[in-house]
């Protein structure tokens, strides 16, 4: 593998924290696996490691990748071991066993679970205990369809969690029934769900209210990676200062690109990678800028496009389309020309 000279820059990068700022196409996922397997070469513990991805496609991915490398960096020792390498819920669930036995009995409730408990839990009717009620609140949403009962329920616990309200302060008596069902019935006998929500906060409160748990947790890893950094909400953010004590006990390295944060309608702050190096300084700030999967005129559009974003709100960069000649003595990265019909502009006379 021949690497950009940015690319082998967040490689190699070691004394201080580090934001990449990867754009889409610029083999992210190569440079966190090598990166990874060279501070294991250099003598890291493997279970002094974490990985954030934001979903478990992602991390297997990335093991793969690691593995890979490993392989190639170490070849008598390339398993992965105890290094964890995966979503930040299931992190959070693996801790909160380690920290208190209870856990152990609990399960990560992803959203297709989620889903499907509120739906077969939808009624509750008067004397008898089941149920979350969302019969009575069906007339709220959206024409009062059945399905955009339960997606805003689902979108009203996301805010409940987002700022962090307690039921106490809900003053929608119906509601506030509601979602104190929910919980009874996702976290309680027989279900024992976790949502992905719940986990973060549990942590959160286990880790701030025992401090001593707090130190062996820094004490034991070295290095976090987070992947997909611009996606990540405040009570992730919080936990990851926290477990890092902002990179002043654990090394943090950010991944990820503000021209591609899509998740604000769910929680997510472009704002914690705008402001990364405030937070965690001292942070060397690498760009990643070469996008391999594309021609030169599909890049500039994309360019154009995420040029609109005002001053402040994002950083000033453009990705150039790239791709490596192999044909030279050494190898050389030059531009992708376009080919025609790359970019195409068409109308409909209809929807259909």
């Known amino acids: 593998m021949i690497y950009t000279e940015k ?3 967040a490689i190699d990068s070691r004394d201080t924290n580090l934001l990449i700022l990867a754009c889409a196409g610029s083999g992210k996922t190569e440079v966190i696996s090598r990166r990874i397997a060279k501070l294991v070469e250099e003598g890291t513990l493997k279970s002094s490691i974490i990985a954030f991805t934001f979903t478990e496609r992602a991390a297997n991915e990335l093991k793969a990748r690691i593995r890979f490398h490993l392989e190639q960096l170490q070849p008598d020792d390339p398993s992965l071991g105890d ?9 959070c669930l693996h801790l909160l066993k380690e920290i208190d036995p209870n856990y152990r009995k609990y399960e990560v409730m992803d959203e297709a679970r989620q889903a499907a408990l509120i739906m077969t839990q939808f009624n509750y009717a008067d004397g008898i205990n089941k149920g979350i009620g969302l019969n009575r609140l069906r007339h709220r949403s959206r024409n009062g369809g059945y399905w955009n009962t339960v997606g805003s329920f689902i979108n009203t616990l996301n805010v409940i969690h987002q700022n962090n309200i307690s039921l106490e302060s809900i003053s929608d008596i119906e509601l506030r029934l509601a979602v104190e069902r929910y919980r009874q019935i996702a976290h309680g006998p027989p279900n024992y769900f976790l949502d992905f929500d719940q986990i973060i906060n549990e942590l959160l409160v286990k880790l701030k209210t025992s401090p001593a748990e707090l130190e062996n947790v820094r004490n034991k890893f070295k290095h976090l990676v987070v992947d997909e950094y ?10 990851i200062a926290l477990i890092s004590n902002y990179g002043k006990d654990v090394a943090v390295t950010a991944v990820g690109d503000d021209d591609q944060a899509i998740y604000g309608w769910r929680g997510a702050k472009v704002d914690n990678i705008l402001n990364f190096e405030k937070r965690y300084y001292p942070v060397t700030k690498i760009e990643v800028t070469s996008n391999f999967r ?17 001053p402040g709100k994002r950083w000033p960069k453009d990705m150039v389309a790239r791709h490596c000649d192999a044909t030279t003595r050494p190898p050389k990265f030059v531009e992708t020309l376009a080919e025609k019909g790359d970019v195409q502009l068409r109308t409909f006379e209809s929807d259909e």
């Open 7 to 9: 690319q082998q820059a």
């Open 83 to 91: 290094m964890y390498v995966g979503t930040i819920h299931s992190f």
């Open 230 to 239: 611009q996606d990540v909400d405040d009570r992730q953010e919080e936990l």
């Open 294 to 310: 594309s021609t030169h005129a599909i890049v500039e559009i994309a360019n154009n496009a995420i040029r609109i974003i005002p």
